[in-house]
């Protein structure tokens, strides 16, 4: 993978469109969670657009790539993105958190191709991303890398850092471990509640590969994750991101963790998000 | 029973690569035979049982057949929730096993008393609970699960348990029930090593004219409903015995089946009591303090025969 050909428009489009769909699904059920949303949209659209080996025609291929929303709450903007990416019908998004509907409000794997794992209990991504990524290790050849994306918030539990001393210890280094560090987590700002600084320092003695990087840069996200991946030891981006990244009411807004915008909120969401 | 898991989970693993052990630094001189054979299949992942769980869901979601090892309350409790969610949610080939259920660990405190995970378990959605009572039942008990091929729990002892059964129980198709015998109008359910307890007891009250049947039920769940049912009719009184909280263990899984079905007798359980938690002492000390040893089973049973004569 080189980030020569990478495919930016494509990207670009597969985000916009992606956080359109999302916009369109927490109005809609007025669920939380569209600022968690945005701010890992793009980075959602760098691996689903060009990083991923994945056949959305055969979701169960065997050599593919896995990729584990360990911030199962952000489950709109995934979902949106596995339907434009052809995993199943767009239309199921019009059922997202609908009565015995496959589209729950966390990521639910069951019955939804392209969901690898059901999430929503913070803590637990990393370390079925490790037990995956040891499995397939076996796997001749080029063997499949795991992706885990994590919340800024959710470091604070304490598996997570299990996790990342056994695969530092065991130098699992098909696993790629992504923060979405939006810097806002659940009750306030993470710099006031629990500091996670200097986060690439506990990484790197955790013995991992840190890559810091602009979670919204297309170009840098996709280089940045090229390198991931088969360095010697697991590797990690620490994506520095905006809560509600591209609307300009909802930026860097704790609020935009639980409100789900109105209708003239949704028409000004629309046109920021398109324009 | 632990050495009984250990060599058959071995000889399994011969057969099928599919087969990992991880263990949470926990096992010295009881995992090295696994560990020397099959290093490629075998993790210590430290003392992070948490991580362990969500390791072993992980290697399951990619074809794997995993069982865990640590001591009870950290085979089972600590992680409970990453068994409920990436295990039993997502219904993978996962098999928890503890030792130590019980009271093994007696003079080492509550910390270390095994009092509750049958209850923690069996509540669990897909989830197989199995309490083999002796070396023999933990082999048939680790085939059983090998073969289901979904969650499991299996529940061992400490190590060096006495042989209740006489013989290899060989047909591992079969739901976890294994009657000792016996005639009369009082059944004694058990499991675990506390069912030779049981069997002194069933000795001492057929002196005081009263035939006792027991029975081995190492499935706590799914529980064998048929025989428990055929047993029910066939019985005035059913005492279950177990190292374990009175509440949420195989004594209420049959307290639960028995009350639904009208005319059967009534059960009464026998267990570890959650006032008691802060006694230290030897396992059998503990079984005495809690009335779950032989003497404590038979005056327990005299006493409910002479209260409510039938």
Redesign the interface.
Same mark, same amino acid.
């Given at each position: 993978m080189s980030v020569e050909n990478f495919p930016s428009a494509a990207i670009a489009g597969l985000a916009r469109e992606a956080k359109l769909e999302a916009l369109h699904m927490v109005h809609r059920t007025r669920a939380s969670h569209i600022g968690s949303c945005f701010s890992a949209a793009d980075i959602l659209a760098c691996l689903y657009g060009h990083v991923l080996r994945i056949r959305p025609e055969e979701p169960d291929w065997p050599g593919r790539d896995r990729f584990i929303l360990s911030k199962g709450h952000a489950a709109a903007i995934l979902y949106a993105i596995l339907a434009l990416k052809g995993f199943f019908p767009r239309a199921w998004l019009q059922d997202y958190c609908g009565n015995a509907q496959p589209l729950g409000g966390h990521a639910t794997a069951t019955g939804v191709p392209g969901v690898e794992v059901s999430t929503g209990s913070l803590g637990h991504g990393l370390s079925i991303g490790l037990g995956m990524a040891i499995g397939l290790r076996g796997t001749d050849g080029d063997h499949p890398k795991v992706y885990v994306m994590l919340s800024d918030g959710e470091c604070d539990e304490g598996s997570i850092w299990e996790a990342a001393l056994l695969a530092g210890a065991r130098r699992v280094d098909n696993l790629v471990a992504i923060v979405d560090y939006n810097k806002i987590q659940s009750f306030g700002r993470v710099a006031d509640i629990m500091d996670l600084e200097p986060f690439g320092a506990k990484w790197a003695a955790f013995g991992w590969h840190v890559i810091e990087v602009d979670g919204h840069d297309h170009a840098a996200v996709c280089t940045a994750l090229g390198e991931a991946g088969s360095v010697g030891k697991p590797s990690v981006l620490i994506a520095h991101t905006v809560k509600g990244k591209g609307v300009s009411y909802m930026e860097d807004q704790l609020l935009w963790h639980y409100r789900s915008p109105t209708a003239d909120e949704l028409r000004q969401a629309i046109q920021e998000v398109s324009s | 029973m632990r050495t009984a898991f250990l060599s058959r989970l071995v000889e399994l693993a011969e057969q099928d690569e599919r087969i990992h052990l991880l263990t949470g630094d926990l096992g010295f001189s009881v995992l090295e035979p696994f560990r020397d054979r099959f290093p490629?299949r075998y993790?210590n992942? #430290?003392v992070?049982e948490?991580?362990m769980? #969500?390791?072993?869901? #992980?290697?399951?979601?990619? #074809?794997?057949k995993v069982f865990t090892y640590s001591i009870v309350n950290f085979a089972v409790t600590r992680p409970l929730?990453?068994i409920r969610?990436?295990v039993c949610?997502?219904n993978l080939d996962v098999t928890v096993v503890a030792v130590g259920g019980g009271v093994p660990y007696g003079t080492q405190g509550y910390t270390h008393h095994g009092s509750e995970d049958v209850a923690f378990t069996r509540v669990l959605p897909n989830m197989a609970v199995m309490v083999p009572c002796d070396s023999h039942e933990a082999a048939w008990a680790t085939t059983r699960l090998y073969q289901r091929q979904g969650p499991s729990y299996l529940r061992l002892g400490r190590g060096g348990e006495p042989t209740i059964h006489g013989a290899p129980q060989p047909d591992v198709s079969g739901p976890g029930w294994f009657e000792f015998g016996g005639t009369g109008r009082v059944a004694v359910l058990a499991n675990g090593p506390i069912l030779g307890e049981c069997l002194k007891a069933a000795a001492t009250l057929a002196t005081h004219g009263i035939g006792v049947r027991v029975v081995s039920v190492p499935a706590v769940s799914p529980l064998p409903a048929e025989p428990l049912l055929s047993l029910a009719r066939a019985c005035d009184r059913l005492v279950v015995v177990e190292e374990h909280s009175r509440i949420g263990g195989l004594g209420s899984a049959v307290a639960e089946i028995v009350s639904e079905h009208p005319g059967l007798p009534p059960v009464k359980r026998l267990g570890l009591d959650s006032a008691k938690i802060k006694i230290i002492g030897d396992q059998r000390f503990l079984w005495q303090a809690n009335g779950i040893d032989a003497a404590g089973i038979t005056t327990a049973v005299l006493s409910w025969v002479a209260a409510a004569p039938t």
């Open positions: - | 490629d993790i992942v #430290g992070a948490q991580n769980i #969500g390791v072993a869901a #992980g290697l399951a979601l990619t #074809g794997k929730e990453q969610v990436d949610y997502h």
